[in-house]
């Protein structure tokens, strides 16, 4: 085994650790603690998203996903069909669809209603007498989508952990 090979495996694991292991506690403990704390869970919400924690995950998603691609180039001889069409490539493709369908619904969804959250609590920070209507319903849509990405992409990412896991023996 290649020193390059080890250091993609090294990135492609660590990297899918953290960034599964993040979203498997924010949509499993976080963010249900969260919505039954009411408006203080709200806030505490809005400080999460706006915080280091979305650029992390994304950074930490894209590092895996590049990581397991040069990986999967390498061990299947360029994604050449005899392997690609084996029990292990196969696998492998499966659990990289849900990798990537995580990225897309994670980042791209999640980063963009985590902008906009902590955008419009900024807002009603600064405005006097707190959220209007429009404005809680507002930040109610943005929790709501949020809740909803996180909650696909941690089961997206359980199938891609679970595929990588089991794949060289398929």
């Given amino acids: 085994m290649s020193w390059l090979t080890i250091a993609l495996r090294v990135l492609h694991i660590a990297g899918g650790v953290f960034w599964a292991g993040g979203m498997f506690v924010v949509a499993g403990f976080v963010e249900p603690a ?21 650029p992390v995950m994304a950074s930490a998603g894209l590092l895996t996903i590049a990581a397991g691609i040069w990986l999967l180039a390498r061990d ?8 690609m069409g084996s029990g292990t490539g196969v696998t492998f493709s499966i659990g990289a669809l849900a990798g990537l369908v995580a990225a897309v619904v ?12 902590a955008a419009l609590g900024r807002t009603i920070q600064g405005q006097a007498g707190g959220p209007t209507k429009e404005q809680a ?33 398929v």
Wanted: net charge positive.
């Fill in 34 to 54: 969260a919505t039954a704390s009411g408006p203080d869970g709200a806030r505490f919400m809005q400080r999460f998203a706006a915080s280091r924690f979305t």
């Fill in 76 to 83: 299947s001889g360029g994604f050449q069909p005899a392997f």
């Fill in 106 to 117: 994670g980042i791209g969804l999640g980063a963009r209603n985590a902008r906009r959250l």
């Fill in 137 to 169: 319903a507002q930040m109610e849509a943005y929790r709501g989508m949020l809740r909803t990405g996180a909650r696909w992409a941690a089961r997206l990412l359980g199938i891609a952990v679970l595929c990588m896991a089991v794949a060289r023996y």
